[in-house]
């Protein structure tokens, strides 16, 4: 059987190249800019000094030094009863000399007592941590207040901004063709 001729066709596609180049952009902000002006407060405070007052009078009493007053006033109310208190020491002493047959040397050992007694009114006060008074009194303190204040200006800065725009670059790497080959045809039959 006879062969029949075929036609051979072969086909090259098209290629297309694209290179793209993305957009960029840069973008600054620089700071705000601004100017603080500040006016302090102001205080002013007038502290006037506090009086101290200290009486010593009851202590300088008590130790015997106080007003001359007082002790003559303590000793004028201490007089009858240390008259009494001598009257009954010349009975007791009375009493021994009476007693003289008793034996002892009664006049000897009054003599001797005599001699070495002193008759002690009490003329200063009662001791006591009480005897000084301190008192204290405050002054109020005068604060007068002015008041300060700040003023800020501020300047916003505009943002710097770049742009790059991107772009598409289109080439063709490959074009399309189509090649037909006809069949060998034997022309001796």
Do not use: C
């Amino acid at each position: 059987m006879p062969s029949i001729p075929q036609i051979q066709i072969r086909q090259q596609y098209g290629q297309i190249g694209i290179e793209t180049i993305n957009a960029s952009q840069e973008m600054v902000q620089p700071n705000a800019t601004y100017e603080v002006n500040t006016t302090p407060p102001q205080v002013d405070i007038h502290s006037p000094r506090g009086e101290l007052i200290i009486d010593q009078s009851k202590a300088w009493d008590a130790l015997g030094s106080g007003g001359i007053l007082e002790a003559m006033t303590r000793i004028y109310t201490q007089s009858s009863q240390v008259a009494l208190q001598g009257i009954g020491k010349k009975v007791e002493e009375g009493n021994r000399l009476a007693a003289i047959h008793l034996g002892g040397n009664p006049i000897a050992d009054i003599g001797q007592e005599e001699a070495y007694a002193f008759h002690e009114f009490d003329y200063y006060g009662e001791a006591s941590s009480l005897n000084v008074k301190i008192d204290y009194i405050p002054h109020k303190v005068e604060i007068n207040v002015t008041d300060g204040h700040v003023n800020i200006n501020t300047h916003p800065n505009k943002p710097e901004v770049t742009y790059h725009p991107g772009k598409v670059n289109i080439s063709m790497l490959q074009w399309p063709k189509v090649e037909i080959i006809p069949p060998q045809i034997d022309m001796k039959v």
